[in-house]
């Protein structure tokens, strides 16, 4: 009975083994990342930084015309930093949509069968930070440009390099970036995981900060306008 039943337990052995080994297989075998799932969201963050460059451009305008006309009033500038802001503004709206199409694909493929895998959620934040980056530069430029207004101010001379500096590197990372966001869309890529949900709250994380960045400049722009309205700054 012992030889039998040794025989037995030997040939139960050999037939879960090619099962354990597939399932180790199959684990460690990288799949491919998708490029759609990669190239909708990083063309959302590409066209923030498109228009923060053209945002910059147009703000360096109203510089070159600041010094020009060394008598040029609060209404004249004001106008035009609103009139700068366009660009960036709609690139966001458009961004938003993009981002919103980005979402509902990630959320199609956490919950439907594919044969790829969704990038990493780091991938989401990376690309999300080179989008803002452009941004955040525009913003700040714009504000020290709007102190200058300000009564305890000493002037333009005093944070005039400090303003080309952010709208140069503005429009320099805007480039960059979108340089960088398409090679890491079309690169292949292979992961061992399969993240399901967490690329979609990467997702929504940096769509919510594409939306308090149009609510920002769309306040700006209101607050500028009306400061074109009124010729007096508003501190």
């Known amino acids: 009975m012992a030889p039998r039943y040794r025989a ?3 040939y139960q052995e050999d037939k879960q083994l090619p099962f354990s080994i597939l399932s180790t297989d199959q684990d460690s075998t990288p799949s491919k990342v998708s490029v759609v799932a990669r190239l909708i969201p990083a063309a959302s963050y590409a066209i ?3 228009g923060s460059a053209a945002s910059a451009l147009l703000v360096f305008g109203v510089m070159r015309a600041m010094r020009l006309a060394a008598s040029t009033g609060v209404a004249a500038v004001a106008a ?7 660009p960036v503004l709609i690139a966001l709206y458009l961004a938003i949509l993009c981002g919103v199409a980005g979402i509902v694909v990630a959320v199609i493929r956490s919950i439907a069968p594919t044969t790829t895998v969704s990038p990493s959620p780091w991938f989401f934040a990376v690309g999300g930070g080179l989008a803002l980056i452009p941004v955040v530069l525009l913003w700040e430029a714009e504000s020290e440009l709007i102190q200058v207004f ?3 101010s000493t002037g333009l001379a005093s944070t005039a390099s400090t303003i080309q500096l952010l709208l140069t590197l503005t429009m320099i990372l805007a480039p960059v970036s979108l340089l960088l966001l398409l090679a890491g869309s079309v690169w292949p890529l292979t992961s061992f995981s399969k993240p399901k949900w967490r690329p979609v709250v990467a997702l929504i994380a940096v769509e919510l900060a594409m939306i308090v960045a149009v609510i920002a400049f769309q306040t700006r722009i209101a607050w500028l306008n009306q400061i074109a309205v009124e010729g007096r700054f508003l501190g």
């Open 80 to 86: 035009g930093l609103a009139e700068a802001n366009i």
């Open 150 to 152: 300000s009564p305890s």
């Open 48 to 50: 923030p930084a498109v």
């Open 8 to 10: 037995n337990r030997l």
